[in-house]
């Protein structure tokens, strides 16, 4: 069953999908009934398609469901599509949030509705491509492609200083990952191959892996986002519309740590552990760093996109300890936080719905008005601290286990991180769930509607199911990881000796 | 010389005798047709058209062997055919598309189409020259038509302006390029670009002079091509000129100088390539600034396409100067792909016309995506491929020079290309945000015929399915470069 085209499937059903709309014509109401109904379906099929897949996948490590189609054979690229333990779940995570997405915006977005479920369709077949791809060039083309939907997505639907953040985030990405362009092709004409397996198990020589390294550093450093190079996140998140900032932060993110667990840590073992120290510098910099930034946030969207930046640096500390549990915690912390501030973001999606503000200073006293999203809000808020039981606390445990190992400072920083991380997100919650109505509008909020009572409570099942049996996700990559540690170790030592 | 060698000498030239009689049977045909001036001038569009495709049938139906003729003035060979051939469908293409304009900013004279045959038959002489002489007339040919195209509108300032400074810098790289055949006779006795090959294969030479004539034919060539730093006219050219005249510069001389250029270098220099490769790599890093820096503020497309133009050719440029058989089949995959792009770019600034005035400020496009869903989204992915994001060609093109420079193990030369490249994917960016982002109260609503809306359409499709055919682009250009480079 792992040789069927499934990956194939599920890359070309959304851009099918997104053509059908495409052809969609006649009255303005029907074309915006349809247009969601054909997005929404569409997406489901590709998210069950991502279930039946991860069903059928088995626990030993290695690659699956291979396909092989030549693109420019005469420089050795092919269309190479392939998934591990690692790329599986983060294809699911992405086929999950994207119906999440659309129902989200069902009523949010009024204007241009064809163009956008287009646009989220097409995003959804470029990230599934992006963790799937095989081909060091394949990959880099899905993971430029993502920028142009992601642009219009912040410059169509956007706040107020729209164009600002979209031009700001396009062009972070694009000069990032210019240089990994460069890199991809140095790395190819160097081992003759741009088959990631191939490379996996290839040896640079020392001296390419420290030029190679800063390269990819950049492009996924500026993806994930790490300080100092995350201040188009911010933007892009408050002006993102909703379901774009779930997206972003869902996903999109995701695609820089992935980066590093697939290429930069073992393509590039020896440079990674060279470098590994300036790595925790910045990670542990990003953790306090970003944790006090949003303690001082007015925005709630702005608090939550410095959240992420924290979130993400643990992230990276935890990949590059280099040990079992190190990452398995950042693999975990990942889907935990493409969960997590996705709903997040919703939870402030539903807030600026009604009342079109996301100052923290015009709530207060939201609890009275909407027990219903205060419940889901704490859920999602605990998570993301870090509480037991929620899956941002193994995560984070693991990561700090990891860390701990490698040096004790290093866990006591990143500790620090989580003790802050407490500190702004129940200050958060204190100020815009609790406290006197001092704004006469909150009184007229209006609790959730069922669809936002689907879309919250299929989150906070996840939320619970990695919190309490995090076996389910973590056997799937548990080998993969080993094995990837493994080959690490045998070359740095290759190397050390 | 026997008569058998005479016999094909004509048939091999047999594209631009044809050419040059039906030019000859345009003129008086031209004077004495009478009638409606709308007529006329499709009457006149239709004789050219013919004239080009008869001479493209000649050009493709012949013999693909390498050939040389009447004394090694000319030859042919795979290159020529190809080159030849992209620049008579470019003319037809462009002819095609600038009658809307040609109608409403009324250039109904029939001396409009006999300049551009003229033109198209001078770059069909060059691109088969081999022979500094050969070159030179079909040269001055090409670019005398060109300075008249230039000034047409005889009513406009702009339009004169942009002639007469083509002319006066024409003039000066023509002197240029005069003085380095006749130093480079000095030298070598001769002026065949494959006598200067084999006379420069037997000795080591390294004089001062050759090296002088080298930079001045270089300079003169690149005037043509309008590489940085003797890219000063091109703007001021592109923006005084009619809007279908500027189409037909930024698109059919460059194929043609770009084909002498590689065959000056390839063959007849291919020996001394010490002596260029840093003269053309230090034009093409300059080339690409200018074309990413000189745009970010135009707010008129065709300044801005002229500094485009620019950048392109300074990314075709570090693939020559590369000087490997990689590096030339990068620069022509390169050209083809920018080729399609910039027929679908100005087929697009053709048909933005509102009220019998043509647009060609880049703020009144906005909004343009909900009026124009088609156009735009078409535009869109013509300019995000300039731009070179993938999956788009412009990537592919881009990703085939990098290749070919990190080859050789320029790394920062193609680090220095990629920032290039970032740089002018903002003013592309731009175009795009200003057609879906920005709002308009007065959109323009574009109308225009079937025809030029498939020409725009088949651009665009070839650019975004790119990949699909991308080896088959790949395996032509390997063909082609093969002709040149053994």
């Known amino acids: 069953m792992t040789n069927w085209p499934i990956l194939s499937l599920m890359i070309f059903i959304p851009l099918f999908g997104a053509f059908i709309i495409g052809l969609i014509d006649g009255e303005d109401k029907a074309i915006i009934k349809n247009s969601k109904m054909v997005a929404i379906w569409t997406s489901l099929v590709v998210f069950i398609l991502s279930l039946f897949m991860w069903l059928v996948f088995p626990n030993s490590s290695g690659f699956y469901f291979i396909e092989e189609v030549p693109i420019l054979s005469s420089l050795g690229i092919f269309y190479r599509l392939g998934i591990d333990g690692i790329s599986m779940l983060f294809i699911v995570l992405s086929a999950f949030l994207t119906p999440i997405c659309i129902l989200a915006s069902w009523k949010s977005v009024k204007e241009r509705i064809k163009e956008y479920m287009i646009l989220f369709l097409i995003l959804e077949s470029l990230m599934i491509g992006t963790f799937s791809a095989l081909d060091l060039l394949l990959f880099y083309i899905f993971f430029e492609a993502l920028l142009i939907p992601m642009f219009l997505i912040i410059g169509i639907w956007g706040g107020p200083r729209r164009i600002y953040a979209a031009f700001k985030f396009f062009f972070y990405t694009l000069a990032g990952s210019v240089l990994f362009l460069i890199a991809i092709i140095l790395m190819g004409y160097n081992s003759g191959t741009f088959d990631v397996r191939e490379l996996l198990i290839y040896e640079f020589p020392y001296y390419l892996q420290l030029i190679l390294w800063p390269a990819l550093f950049i492009s996924f450093a500026v993806k994930t986002p790490m300080w100092p190079f995350h201040t188009w996140l911010p933007d892009a998140h408050v002006e993102a519309p909703t379901a774009g900032s779930v997206i972003l932060a869902g996903v999109l993110l995701k695609v820089g740590g992935y980066g590093f667990i697939r290429f930069s840590i073992p393509m590039l073992p020896n440079a990674s552990d060279y470098y590994s120290g300036f790595v925790f510098i910045l990670g542990v910099i990003a953790v306090i760093y970003a944790s006090l930034v949003a303690l001082m946030q007015k925005d709630m969207k702005k608090l939550i996109a410095y959240s992420s930046v924290a979130h993400m640096g643990y992230v990276i500390i935890g990949l590059f300890t280099f040990k079992q549990e190190g990452i398995d915690g950042a693999i975990i912390q990942m889907l935990s936080h493409g969960v997590v501030s996705a709903a997040l973001f919703l939870c402030i999606g539903v807030l600026y719905d009604r009342q079109h503000s996301r100052l923290i200073v015009d709530y207060g006293g939201v609890v009275d008005k909407m027990p219903k999203f205060a419940l889901f809000f704490m859920v999602f808020l605990l998570a993301s601290v870090g509480l037991p039981g929620t899956s941002g606390f193994v995560g984070e445990v693991l990561i700090l286990i990891a860390a701990y190992q490698v040096s004790g400072y290093l866990a006591f920083f990143a500790g620090l991180g989580m003790i802050l991380g407490a500190a702004y997100m129940l200050w958060l919650y204190k100020r815009v769930i609790f406290g006197v109505v001092t704004n006469s509008e909150v009184l007229k909020l209006k609790d959730l509607e069922y669809r936002e009572i689907f879309i919250f409570l299929s989150l906070a099942i996840v939320v619970f199911w990695i919190g309490i049996y995090p076996e389910c996700f973590l056997s799937e990559f548990r080998e993969d990881a080993a094995n990837m540690i493994d080959n690490f170790n045998n070359k740095v030592l290759l190397i050390n000796n | ?486």
């Open chain 2, 1 to 486: 010389m026997n008569l058998i060698l005479e016999n094909n000498g004509f048939l091999i030239a047999l594209p631009e005798i044809f050419l040059s009689l039906w030019i000859l049977l345009f003129i008086p045909l031209g004077v004495y047709t009478g009638g409606e001036k709308q007529a006329r001038q499709s009457y006149f569009s239709l004789y050219s058209i013919f004239g080009l495709i008869g001479a493209f049938i000649l050009l493709i139906s012949g013999d693909y062997r390498a050939a040389r003729a009447f004394n090694d003035l000319i030859v042919v060979d795979r290159l020529v055919i190809y080159m030849k051939s992209l620049v008579l469908l470019c003319g037809i293409l462009i002819l095609i598309i600038s009658e809307k304009y040609r109608s409403i900013e009324k250039l109904y004279f029939f001396e409009y189409p006999v300049l551009i045959l003229f033109s198209i038959l001078g770059m069909l002489i060059m691109i088969s020259a081999n022979n500094f002489i050969t070159l030179y007339m079909g040269l001055e040919l090409q670019s005398l038509s060109l300075y008249v195209l230039a000034a047409l509108k005889k009513d406009s300032q702009k339009s004169s302006e942009a002639g007469l400074k083509y002319f006066i810098l024409g003039a000066l790289a023509s002197c240029f390029l005069l003085f380095g055949i006749s130093l480079l006779f000095g030298i070598a006795g001769t002026i065949s670009f494959t006598e200067i090959s084999i006379y420069l294969s037997k000795q080591s030479f390294d004089s001062p002079l050759l090296v002088l004539s080298v930079v001045m034919i270089l300079a003169a060539i690149a005037f043509k091509i309008s590489i940085a730093p003797f890219h000063m006219w091109t703007p001021d050219v592109y923006e005084g000129a009619p809007t279908s005249i500027t189409a037909f510069f930024a698109i059919v001389p460059k194929i043609a100088a770009f084909a002498i250029l590689i065959r000056i270098l390839f063959i007849s220099f291919i020996e001394i390539s010490y002596i260029w490769q840093q003269i053309l790599l230090l034009m093409a890093i300059l080339s690409i600034f200018v074309g990413s820096f000189g745009a970010l503020l135009q707010d008129n497309i065709k300044r801005l396409m002229a500094y485009s133009t620019i950048g392109n050719i300074g990314f075709i440029l570090l693939a020559l100067s590369m000087a490997t058989p990689v590096g030339l089949e990068s620069s022509l995959i390169y050209i083809t792909i920018y080729i399609i792009t910039s027929l679908g770019v100005f087929t697009f600034i053709l048909s933005m016309e509102k009220e019998h005035v043509f647009l060609d400020k880049i703020s009144s496009f906005s909004g343009m995506a909900k009026s124009n869903p088609f156009y735009s989204f078409c535009f869109a992915i013509l300019l995000l491929s300039l731009a070179g994001l993938p999956p788009l060609a412009g990537f592919f093109a881009k990703f085939y020079v990098l290749r070919s420079v990190v080859l050789e193990g320029m790394i920062w030369v193609a680090v220095i290309g990629v920032i290039g490249s970032v740089i002018s994917s903002y003013y592309y960016l731009k175009i795009v945000k200003i057609m879906y982002l920005d709002e308009s109260e007065d959109s323009l609503k574009i109308e225009s015929k079937n025809y030029i809306k498939f020409i725009l359409g088949f651009s665009s499709i070839a650019i975004l399915f790119f990949v699909f055919y991308a080896e088959t682009i790949i395996i032509l250009c390997s063909y082609i470069s093969k002709a040149v480079v053994l």
